[in-house]
């Protein structure tokens, strides 16, 4: 693994999360915030966090996979909150849009840590 390489994916992920955040939020409140600036952003997350994933997947397979199963699902539950919320609430799905979000970036953080260590696959 290069970890140059992870260590710059995981910033470009950590970035672009804070300011998915902030635009999701500053739309959310009607500040006028482009809802493609949000998306865009957000879309910048997933794919970096992919890219760790696919550095951890010979390292941390298990973490791995599940880092791009949760990035993958980010997007996914966005794009229901325009055509078909979670049980017909939309607020339902905005939760739980926010919650992968934070549960994308935490994995993102512990398998970029776990590669750092070298130590045994726990996952």
């Known amino acids: 693994m290069n970890g140059n390489t992870a260590r710059i994916l995981l910033m470009i992920a950590r970035l672009s ?5 902030g635009t999701g939020v500053a739309f959310w409140l009607g500040w006028g915030v482009p809802l493609h ?40 539950v966005g794009m229901m909150q325009l ?9 339902l799905t905005q939760v739980v849009h ?10 993102g953080e512990v398998l970029v840590k776990r590669m750092k260590q070298g130590a045994a696959p726990l996952v």
Not at 98 to 107: E, S, T
């Open 83 to 91: 055509m078909a919320p979670l049980f017909d609430s939309r607020a």
């Open 37 to 76: 600036a949000h998306m865009g952003l957000g879309g910048l997350m997933v794919l970096s966090l992919l890219g760790i994933a696919l550095l951890g997947l010979s390292r941390r397979p298990g973490l791995a996979l599940a880092l791009a199963a949760v990035a993958v699902l980010v997007p996914v």
């Open 17 to 21: 999360w804070l300011l998915a955040l």
């Open 98 to 107: 926010v919650a992968l979000g934070f549960c994308a970036i935490g994995l």
